[in-house]
C-alpha cells in the first residue's frame, strides 16, 4: 500500500478528504494528517510517505516551504497541492516543485481520483526505468570484475550510478550462495539495502556477488558477519582478496571463484572461505610421486594398490587446487597403464575420462582407488612368450633410439621375420605401431608434465623427423602436441 499525508489546517477540510474517495482501492492508506507544514515535516523526518495532499496557505510553515524543505530528506514522493484560491503565484512555485497536479477547493471527486490515478502510472513507470537501470547497473558490475570494462564505462559506473570510489581504495569481492533452494533474491537485496551495501548483482538462482568498497580487514569481517546474521546464517561466503586498484578488481573475483571451486571440490561447508595457495612444497610432492612411480615401477599389484591410497591421502591433506590434482591423477594413470602396456586399452580410456570429469575430491578418489589396475592387460601378459617380452623391455628401455624390428632381431640372435610373426600375435600390433604408439604416450605424458619445448620432446623419445612426429601424434591423439597441451593445462 502507498503511503499518503494529508496537510491541511481545516479539520473538516481533513476528515472529508478522508471520505472523499475509497483510497483503498488505489492501494493507498492514509497513515497521518497534519494541521500544518511543521508537523507535517516532523512526521516525514521519521517515516517513510509516498504522496502528499498538502494545502498552500496555513500557520506556522506554509504547504510550499513544506514541501521545499521536506524535498531536502531526499526522500522520494509525489504531491499535490490544495487552495482555495487560484492564484497563478501558488501555482508556478508548486509546478516548480515537480506537483503532479494544483486542485482547487472544494476538491472534486473525479478529478482528485483522476490525479491519484495519475500518479500511480507515474510510480509504475518509475519502478519499470528502475528496473531496467538496475539491470544495466548489475550488468556494468558484473563487466568491471569480469575485467571486460572499459575505462569510459567505468567513469559510466562512476558518474551515473552514485559508487564513490574511496580516497584509499580497496575493493574485495564476495560470492554469496544460498545453502536453501528456493527464490531469496527479495530477501537478499533488502538486506544489502539494510546494510548499506550498494554494489552486489546476481550470479545465478543461489549466487549472488558483493562488492565491499573501503573497509579494512576487521570492518569487512564485521560487515559479513552482520550480512550472515540477517539472512538468518542460511549462506555460504566465498571471499576474494583485498584489491588497491579498481582496475585489478577481476583479481579479487578471480580468488573468490578459486574459494568456491576449492571449497566445492573438497567437499568443504564453512561458512567463510578463503582460497590458499596448497601448502605442499615441490619437494614433497617430488618425493610422493618417486615413492608412487617406484611401486609402478615394480608392478607388483599389492605395493601399487597400497602407494595409490597414500598418495591419494597426501594429496587430501595438500589441498591442491582441483585442475592441478586432476592432472597429477592422469600422469599416475599413464605411468601405471605405460608399465602395462595398457595405455590404448577401453579402460585407460574410461579412467582419462573420469579424471576430468570429476566434480569433487571423493570422486577422483574413488576413480584412482578402484578398480586401477589394467588386470585383464596384464593376465595377458603373463602370457607373453619370453620374446615378446625381451623385445617390449627393448622398447620401453631404448626407445629414443633408431630402434627397427631388424636390429631387434639380431640383439636377440632370432629370425626378423619370425620375430615380427611371434610380436604381433602376442600384442595385437605390429612392431613398428606398437613403438609408435609407446613414443606418442610418452611425449603425451611430457607434454603434461614439463614446459619442454614439442620439438625438444620429439627429439628426446627418438622422432628425428619432426614433420612425421606431429603427423603421428595427430593421426593417434586427434589433436596436434601443441593443442593437447594446451586442451590439459
Request: charged share 25%; net charge negative; aromatic share 12%.
Amino acid at each position: 500500500m502507498y503511503k499518503v499525508l494529508l496537510v491541511d489546517d481545516e479539520y473538516m477540510i481533513l476528515a472529508g478528504l478522508k471520505k472523499l474517495i475509497d483510497w483503498e482501492s488505489l492501494g493507498m492508506e492514509i497513515v497521518e494528517t497534519a494541521r500544518n507544514g511543521k508537523k507535517a515535516l516532523d512526521y516525514i523526518m521519521e517515516h517513510p510517505i509516498d504522496i502528499i495532499l498538502t494545502d498552500v496557505t496555513m500557520p506556522v510553515l506554509s504547504g510550499i516551504d513544506f514541501i521545499q524543505e521536506a524535498q531536502k530528506t531526499a526522500q522520494p514522493f509525489k504531491f499535490i497541492i490544495l487552495s482555495g484560491y487560484q492564484e497563478f503565484e501558488y501555482v508556478k512555485n508548486g509546478m516548480r516543485l515537480g506537483a503532479s497536479n494544483y486542485l482547487l477547493k472544494p476538491i472534486d471527486k473525479e478529478e482528485l481520483y483522476h490525479s491519484l490515478e495519475n500518479i500511480l502510472k507515474e510510480f509504475e513507470q518509475e519502478k519499470l526505468y528502475n528496473q531496467a537501470d538496475q539491470v544495466i547497473f548489475e550488468g556494468l558490475l558484473g563487466r568491471w570484475i569480469r575485467n571486460e570494462l572499459r575505462e569510459d564505462q567505468f567513469d559510466q559506473l562512476v558518474e551515473n550510478y552514485l559508487f564513490k570510489v574511496p580516497e584509499d581504495p580497496s575493493f574485495t569481492v564476495v560470492i554469496v550462495r544460498s545453502r536453501q533452494k528456493g527464490n531469496w533474491e527479495t530477501s537478499f537485496k533488502e538486506t544489502c539495502r539494510e546494510l548499506n551495501i550498494s554494489l552486489y548483482f546476481s550470479l545465478n538462482e543461489t549466487e549472488k556477488v558483493i562488492i565491499l568498497a573501503g573497509q579494512d580487514s576487521k570492518m569487512m569481517e564485521l560487515e559479513l558477519n552482520q550480512l550472515s546474521e540477517t539472512l538468518k546464517n542460511n549462506c555460504l561466503f566465498f571471499i576474494g582478496t583485498c584489491i588497491k586498484q579498481p582496475g585489478k578488481v577481476y583479481k579479487s573475483y578471480k580468488y573468490a571463484l578459486k574459494a568456491k571451486d576449492h571449497a566445492d571440490f573438497y567437499g568443504k561447508q564453512l561458512v567463510f572461505n578463503k582460497y590458499k595457495e596448497n601448502n605442499m612444497t615441490d619437494l614433497t610432492l617430488s618425493g610422493l610421486v618417486t615413492d608412487l612411480n617406484e611401486g609402478i615401477f615394480s608392478k607388483n599389484i599389492q605395493r601399487i594398490s597400497k602407494e595409490v591410497s597414500l598418495f591419494v591421502n597426501q594429496l587430501i591433506d595438500g589441498q591442491m587446487n582441483a585442475e592441478n590434482i586432476k592432472r597429477l591423477m592422469y600422469l599416475v594413470l599413464v605411468n601405471i597403464y605405460l608399465q602395462f602396456d595398457a595405455i590404448e586399452s577401453d579402460k585407460f580410456l574410461k579412467k582419462t575420462k573420469a579424471i576430468f570429469d570429476s566434480e569433487t575430491f571423493n570422486e577422483l578418489a574413488m576413480v584412482m582407488e578402484t578398480d586401477l589396475l589394467p588386470l585383464d592387460e596384464l593376465k595377458k601378459q603373463l602370457l607373453y612368450s619370453d620374446l615378446t617380452k625381451q623385445t617390449i623391455e627393448i622398447v620401453q628401455t631404448e626407445y629414443m633410439e633408431d630402434l627397427n624390428l631388424k636390429g631387434i632381431a639380431k640383439i636377440l640372435h632370432v629370425n626378423v621375420m619370425y620375430l615380427g610373426q611371434v610380436f604381433k600375435k602376442e600384442t595385437g600390433k605390429s612392431f613398428s605401431k606398437y613403438l609408435n604408439h609407446y613414443r606418442i604416450n610418452l611425449a603425451k605424458e611430457l607434454l603434461l608434465r614439463s614446459k619442454e619445448p614439442v620439438n625438444d620432446i620429439a627429439s628426446r623419445i627418438g622422432y628425428q623427423n619432426q614433420g612425421y612426429f606431429y603427423k603421428n601424434f595427430k593421426n593417434l591423439v586427434g589433436q596436434s602436441p601443441r593443442e593437447f597441451r594446451d586442451q590439459i593445462q
